[in-house]
Antibody, heavy 121, light 110 residues
Framework: QLRLQESGPGLVKPSETLSLTCAVTGGSIRTSHYFWAWIRQPPGKGLEWIASLHHSTTSHHNPSLKSRVTISLDTSKNQVSLKLTSVTAADTAVYFC?????????????WGQGTLVTVSS | QSALTQPPSVSGSPGQSVTISCTGTSSDIGIYDRVSWYQQPPGTAPKLIIYEVTNRPSGVPRRFSGSKSGNTASLTISGLQTEDEAYYYCTSFTSSITLVFGGGTKLTVL
């Protein structure tokens, strides 16, 4: 059974860089069919897609976040990473990683439990 | 990119049917059959219940069904059960090669 587990600091200071990892077990992130994605949800609000990445390096980003986002895969550790620079309070959210079935499959069939990141001094 | 439009809330009694709408544009729902729906009880991760407009993943009850007409997609839940109470989100692929979510709908089972 595929499992995704997000981890990272729960508190980040304004203007600093948010860094999260998603450990994938029960399957390889190098499997050709799949993209790996990050989605976030501010407290009490809706979901927002951040970016998706394939191990071939093909990636897609939310235009509103693209200039601040780096998404990467570490195939040796079977992990997906997210970096978000110059954070503000508006970046406070639960961050989820998820699996996206391939270039034509714009949906997420497996999700991690999410990790809350608070941006505050 | 603008979020898809969903009603903030819907409600129904056990056994009844409810439909949640999701309105987009001719740049997303109107031209792509890449609409999906997620169920999210409070404090949990979203769960995929419909993908590519009408398809149900394995394990999702047949009570959940999806459809699309023009720029609007719909999720219908028939035979409402108390455990269906949750937030529901739609998404669509867009012509900008991005993905956009709806604002979410809270389903209350009376």
């Amino acid at each position: 059974q595929l499992r995704l587990q997000e981890s990272g600091p729960g508190l980040v200071k304004p203007s600093e860089t948010l860094s999260l990892t998603c450990a994938v077990t029960g399957g390889s992130i190098r499997t050709s069919h799949y993209f790996w994605a990050w989605i976030r949800q501010p407290p009490g609000k809706g979901l927002e897609w951040i970016a998706s990445l394939h191990h071939s390096t093909t990636s897609h980003h939310n235009p509103s976040l693209k200039s601040r986002v780096t998404i990467s895969l570490d195939t040796s550790k079977n992990q997906v990473s997210l970096k978000l620079t110059s954070v503000t309070a508006a970046d406070t959210a639960v961050y989820f990683c998820a699996r996206q079935p391939g270039e034509g499959g714009w949906f997420f069939d497996y999700w991690g439990q999410g990790t809350l990141v608070t941006v505050s001094s | 990119q603008s979020a898809l439009t969903q009603p903030p809330s819907v409600s129904g009694s056990p056994g009844q049917s409810v439909t949640i709408s999701c309105t987009g544009t001719s740049s997303d729902i109107g031209i792509y059959d890449r609409v999906s729906w997620y169920q999210q009880p409070p404090g949990t991760a979203p769960k995929l219940i419909i993908y590519e407009v009408t398809n149900r993943p394995s394990g999702v009850p047949r009570r959940f069904s999806g459809s699309k007409s023009g720029n609007t997609a719909s999720l219908t839940i028939s035979g409402l059960q108390t455990e269906d109470e949750a937030y529901y989100y739609c998404t669509s692929f867009t012509s900008s090669i991005t993905l956009v979510f709806g604002g979410g709908t809270k389903l209350t089972v009376l």
